[in-house]
């Protein structure tokens, strides 16, 4: 039997450390995607790669991290001091922006726990200026890096450091990024070495494991009070940013008793763009989703895995297989999966699910010369959207949802790091959908530039509007606009455009689903 008060003490300890460490290297970060929008995660992982606790970042790193971290020891043995690095997407990396720094943390001789973060660096080399292209495949993408030894025994290896930062436009800041997950994980090493200092080391290794297994109860009473059936949904991304051909995400969720299965099999085969998820992409997804149905006191770690059985076909876009391209992936599928499967929930439990979100990240990668600091440049951000409207109440305005977890970043830090200036920065009124509840606003954000500059925008929900629930209206979809001295023109969800100084970028964000009918007889209203 496990002391319930010592069970809440360590999942405090635990999840306080990874939170340390992510404090730590947002403070310690050059790049304002870090430092400002906090685009990272940092997690404590068992001897065997098992998450025992992540931070409260981007949920997109709930599945995927402990697939690179399980990666990683099969690839390769980590001594005392080492750290690995890695970004392949199909070793458990999301995209190739995202790098992976793993640690191992030694109690005397032995290997007994993993530390982790990973940071979404804006740019790792590519085709185009940010390493988010509308490219056909991985080898466009940027420079892919399998599990390798960042630093041995403590020390940095310059070799492999050199060869990375030779690859990318923006190398001193990328030096920067890398040297602030470094420390990061050093402090989790020297925070769990006190905790086993302190308590015996079984005393720890027996409460990661307790909480391991609380939280996979916890999923399964979440799975348990959902009423048994199959609920199936399907919904779109506009396309895959090469041709209009929409594509399909199809789930079938069974539940039986205490035990989910998810099943993406009716999904799109993969693609030819950058709008492919890999494996750990989907799971990472669905985990969040069943993570949202528990309570919240429920730990985030490996547990929350064991009572859902995933089935993705490996080459669907779901699951796509090397070369694929996956850029897109990571920020725009996932957010799709999240709708289809909320949307298949609802179906079952109506009172607990929201309508849709904005649906997408708003990706905007922005890149050029500063001519003022004589060097490349490399902009990168998430737009957020309004949220979905649920029974008992109304969405929020320009927020980030569901996959990611980050902050658009302030107009002073923008326009202090880039030549850039933000013109408009607003809540884009009238986007959310009508209902019983609104659906949140999106957000208008309109940045100039100062010189002439490369943009990219991977973004979705251009065609699809955000789905209401219970006879809610859909959100407006979003608009990406080109205001030029010439014109002003849509340029639809995704696209590549070499713009002049002085152009303008205006990015309209989608906003929530409404939810339910402003009816009298509408069972919510009567609720309410």
Aim: overall charge positive.
């Amino acid at each position: 039997m496990f002391d319930p008060i010592k069970l809440e003490i360590f999942k405090n300890i635990f999840s306080s450390i990874a939170e340390e460490m992510g404090m730590a290297l947002c403070r310690s970060a050059y790049s304002p995607n870090i430092k400002e929008r906090r685009d990272y995660s940092c997690a404590l992982f068992d001897a065997k790669g098992q998450m025992v606790a992540q931070a409260a970042h981007l949920p997109i790193h709930m599945g995927s991290m402990p697939y690179s971290v399980k990666s990683a020891i099969k690839a390769i043995r980590m001594d005392k001091g080492d750290t690995i690095i890695l970004n392949d997407p199909f070793k458990g990396g999301t995209h190739l922006p995202d790098l992976t720094m793993i640690s191992p943390v030694y109690i005397g001789r032995t290997l007994r726990f993993y530390v982790a973060n990973r940071a979404h660096h804006a740019d790792i080399g590519g085709m185009s200026p940010g390493s988010l292209p509308l490219s056909r495949e991985i080898f466009q993408e940027g420079v892919r890096i399998p599990p390798l030894k960042l630093a041995r025994k403590g020390s940095i290896q310059k070799d492999l450091l050199e060869l990375i930062l030779a690859n990318v436009r923006t190398p001193e800041e990328r030096e920067g990024d890398l040297m602030a997950q470094f420390a990061a994980n050093r402090l989790g090493e020297r925070r769990l070495m006190e905790v086993a200092c302190k308590y015996s080391y079984d005393e720890v290794i027996s409460y990661m494991k307790a909480l391991q297994d609380y939280a996979g109860r916890m999923t399964e009473k979440a799975i348990e009070d959902i009423p048994d059936g199959i609920y199936s949904f399907e919904d779109f991304l506009d396309n895959d940013g090469l041709s209009d051909t929409p594509v399909r995400i199809h789930v079938t969720v069974h539940i039986k008793g205490r035990r989910a299965k998810i099943d993406f099999s009716k999904s799109s085969p993969q693609i030819k763009g950058c709008m492919n998820a890999t494996l750990a992409i989907t799971l990472s997804a669905v985990y969040y989703v069943f993570r949202c149905l528990s309570p919240l006191d429920t730990p985030s770690n490996e547990g929350c895995m064991q009572p859902l059985e995933v089935i993705a076909p490996l080459g669907t876009v779901v699951n796509a297989q090397f070369p694929a391209a996956v850029a897109g992936g990571n920020i725009e599928v996932s957010q799709r999966i999240v709708d289809v499967l909320l949307g298949s929930l609802s179906r079952a439990v109506s009172h607990r699910i929201p309508a849709a979100s904005s649906g997408s990240m708003n990706n905007i990668t922005i890149g050029g010369w500063n001519s003022k600091e004589s060097k490349m440049f490399t902009y990168y951000e998430t737009i957020a959207g309004g949220s979905g409207a649920s029974c008992d109440r109304d969405g929020v305005d320009a927020v980030h949802t569901h996959m990611t977890n980050t902050m658009n970043t302030p107009i002073e830090a923008l326009e202090n790091a880039y030549p850039l200036r933000v013109l408009r920065y607003e809540i884009r009124k009238g986007s959310g959908g009508k209902g019983l509840q609104k659906g949140g606003c999106g957000i208008r954000r309109d940045i100039q530039l100062l010189t002439d500059c490369e943009v990219t925008v991977l973004s979705d929900r251009r065609k699809f509007p955000p789905y209401g629930l219970q006879g809610g209206s859909p959100g407006k979809v979003g608009e990406n606009i080109l205001i030029s001295k010439k014109e002003t023109r849509d340029l639809g969800g995704k696209f590549t455009v070499l713009a002049k100084k002085g152009d303008v970028i205006s990015i309209r964000t989608p906003g929530g689903g409404g939810f339910g009918k402003r009816s009298k007889d509408n069972e919510y209203a009567r609720k309410i």
